[in-house]
């Protein structure tokens, strides 16, 4: 059972690429990879990579949108929908979207999700980063 598991978990070259301390490609597996590829779908823009144009979740378009919760609720519809699509190892079970009190200008994204294979429940908080309209200089 724990070799099929890790076979649909799969194992890939981690992001970002590094080696190795033998010199080879640094590979990661199992929830780690999974994590990695959630925010590589997150962080690519469609039509970034020529070979596979529809690739990624497109939260460039919010850069400079006005943080409220209309955009809030824009995002997680964009976010789910990307890892949906994209990341066929996991369910999304929810997608919050909110400002980072910490940070003007900052969103924060949870995702919430749990590894189909495994039935692990993980939590993955993503930071987004906007250019507010009236931004004090």
């Given at each position: 059972m724990e070799a099929t598991r890790q076979h649909f978990i799969g194992r890939?070259?981690?992001?970002?690429?590094?080696?190795?301390v033998n010199g080879g490609i640094r590979t990661v597996g199992g929830a780690e990879e999974i994590e990695q590829a959630i925010y590589l779908i997150l962080s690519t823009t469609p039509g970034e990579r020529p070979m596979r144009p529809e690739?990624?979740?497109?939260?460039?378009d919010f850069v400079f949108e006005s943080i409220t919760p209309a955009t809030f609720g824009r995002i997680a519809s964009a976010v789910e929908?990307?890892?949906?699509?994209?990341e066929p190892r996991i369910d999304v079970d929810d997608v919050v979207?909110?400002?980072d009190p910490d940070r003007a200008g900052a969103v924060l994204i949870e995702v919430v999700y749990r590894i189909r294979d495994t039935y692990d429940r993980r939590s993955l908080v993503v930071p987004f980063y906007v250019i507010p309209e009236h931004q004090e200089v």
């Open positions: 890939g070259w981690a992001f970002p690429l590094g080696t190795d690739f990624g979740c497109g939260l460039a929908q990307a890892l949906d699509r994209w979207v909110g400002p």
